[in-house]
């Protein structure tokens, strides 16, 4: 299907139209253009049956056991994230335990993390295997298959869309849907890769994180901002995730070269580290907030 307008800002005016390559699953080539309002990226004409392209035997955040060398290396800095995101979580929310909605929660180690730590947590995840997996790692918690399942009356201090919100078909009725269920004083965490980053810059189009066609948008701290606008939030920081960058920096340089350069993507990974310094990094953390 094509895709006319841009999510965050309503454009239909593109640039920059470039190609980019499935590698996960198919080797197809997809079109991304760039929104000349705001700059979001948008990957039209997408798929219509979008599920065949998630069938990746390596589509890590729905795994427990990663096997090789990458695998491995994600398991790791989930591991160490989850404790960076509740370190966030708490400060944005100036709670120490309180109700967390996390969206897209895959197999549930943040969730978990939280629950564990006291938080009360529900999750959200279409996929059948993460969810059973997720959901046999939480005690009380509840992981709906759709959001609509969750007890209407319920709301929370925070919800986190750790890398979601890309794969959202429409991220504006998501936010306006998050904030009805968002407690005053609560934090909207959302966590997207940045093709601004100094390693997207460096990989072109090979860079892993542009991951089509299932990103459907590629966001930069301009358009997450017009989206915010769009839909009654504004965003109160930005914080980097510099672990990504490491693990994007390998993939793209497999995608980029055929072979699993690790000093070169080492190098990489540290060069656009110090040159992003803290809000142009591979991927970003938004704390959003409710405008009044
Ligand atoms: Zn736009």
Same mark, same amino acid.
Request: proline residues 10%; contains cysteine; charged residues 20%.
């Given at each position: 299907m094509e895709v006319n307008?841009?999510?965050?800002?309503?454009?239909?005016q593109r640039e920059q139209p470039m190609t980019v390559v499935?590698?996960?699953?198919?080797q197809e080539p997809f079109t991304v253009s760039f929104c000349v309002s705001c700059g979001c990226g948008i990957t039209s004409p997408?798929?219509?049956?979008?599920?065949? &392209? &998630?069938?990746?035997?390596? &589509?890590?955040?729905?795994?427990?056991q990663n096997s090789g060398l990458f695998g491995r290396l994600y398991g790791l800095a989930r591991t160490f994230a989850a404790g960076q995101k509740l370190r966030l979580i708490k400060r944005a929310s100036k709670k120490s335990k309180g109700s967390l909605l996390d969206y897209g929660?895959?197999?549930g180690v943040f969730s978990s993390r939280a629950e564990r730590a006291g938080w009360h947590v529900d999750g959200i995840e279409l996929s059948a295997e993460a969810r059973r997996r997720a959901q046999e790692k939480l005690k009380t918690g509840r992981v709906a298959t759709?959001?609509?399942?969750?007890? %209407?009356t319920h709301t929370y201090d925070v919800v986190t869309l750790f890398h979601v919100l890309e794969h959202l078909d429409d991220p504006a009725e998501a936010l306006a849907w998050i904030r009805a269920r968002l407690n005053t004083g609560g934090a909207l965490i959302v966590a997207v890769p940045n093709y601004e980053s100094p390693d997207a810059q460096h990989y072109?189009?090979?860079?892993? %994180?542009?991951?089509?066609?299932?990103?459907y948008w590629h966001f930069t701290k301009a358009s997450i901002n017009a989206l915010a606008r769009l839909t009654g939030w504004f965003v109160s920081e930005v914080c980097p995730m510099r672990m990504d960058t490491f693990y994007v920096s390998l993939l793209s340089e497999a995608y980029k070269?055929?072979?699993?350069?690790w000093l070169s993507a080492v190098y990489q990974g540290i060069k656009s580290n110090v040159l992003g310094g803290?809000?142009?990094?591979s991927s970003l953390i938004y704390v959003l907030r409710k405008a009044s």
């Open positions: 307008n841009c999510p965050c800002c309503g454009s239909d499935d590698h996960m699953v198919s997408r798929p219509d049956e979008i599920g065949p &392209y &998630y069938e990746s035997p390596s &589509y890590t955040s729905h795994q427990d929660c895959g197999v759709h959001r609509d399942e969750l007890d %209407a072109g189009p090979h860079w892993a %994180a542009y991951d089509v066609p299932i990103h070269t055929g072979s699993k350069n803290n809000s142009n990094a």
